[in-house]
């Protein structure tokens, strides 16, 4: 393995400093990424999606939960699988407390198409109190995960993918606003990267605090 170079204090501060300046441009650019993606029209979403959780049938408006936004995680597990992706548990693994989401109206929530009975066991295996939901043979894994493009009409097996939707509520109105798959989820597993992909943004509760989880009211 090769090791960084070793040199004076002064030099290593000189080139964290050049450093520094670079990251600052990645950050600017990061901030005006954002913006421009919570400007992004939104799609209404029509189709009635059915999914099986913990309280039993539940459409795409119950996964809200009476919040305004939706983080949904296309979480890869197939039916015929005995337990999920382990590199989907460990991005969910990186997903902090759900009040922090929650304080800021938003919900979150893991989508797969392996049944509930399977994803049972498994959650608790993993110790994950995240609401799960099977989302079967149905097509709401076609319709937001781009795994099933290159499959449906060819008729060949169906590949799992990962990937993050987000959805907008209004009343009883759903809207996809956003979705990144794959790579693109690289270092999306804390509560402000997932709160960045959203229409909202960070603080759209009007607050932008973080507190103890145990604090908020919601």
């Not at 090769?2 to 990251?23: D, F, G, N, Y």
Request: hydrophobic residues 40%.
């Amino acid at each position: 393995m090769s090791l960084p170079e070793i040199v004076s204090r002064e030099r290593w501060r000189a080139a964290r400093e050049e450093l520094l300046r670079k990251e600052e441009a990645v950050r600017r650019a990061r901030e005006v990424l954002g913006a421009e993606r919570r400007r992004l029209p939104m799609v209404e979403v029509d189709a009635e999606y059915v999914f099986e959780g913990g309280d039993g049938k539940a459409t795409l408006l119950d996964l809200f939960e009476e919040r305004a936004q939706l983080v949904v995680h296309h979480f890869m597990f197939a039916p015929e699988w005995e337990a999920g992706c382990p590199c989907c548990a460990a991005f969910l693994d990186q997903v902090g407390h759900l009040a922090h989401l929650r304080a800021r109206n938003t919900s979150f929530a893991a989508v797969s198409r392996a049944p509930f009975t399977r994803i049972l066991p498994f959650k608790a295996r993993m110790g994950w109190a995240v609401p799960w939901y099977s989302s079967g043979q149905g097509d709401f894994g076609r319709d937001f995960n781009r795994d099933f493009e290159a499959t449906v009409e060819s008729g060949e097996q169906l590949v799992e993918r990962p990937g993050l939707s987000c959805f907008l509520r209004d009343h009883d109105r759903v809207f996809h606003t956003y979705s990144v798959y794959d790579d693109e989820l690289d270092g999306l597993g804390t509560i402000a990267g997932l709160l960045d992909l959203t229409a909202l943004g960070r603080a759209p509760a009007g607050s932008d605090h973080l507190r103890l989880h145990d604090e908020y009211e919601y």
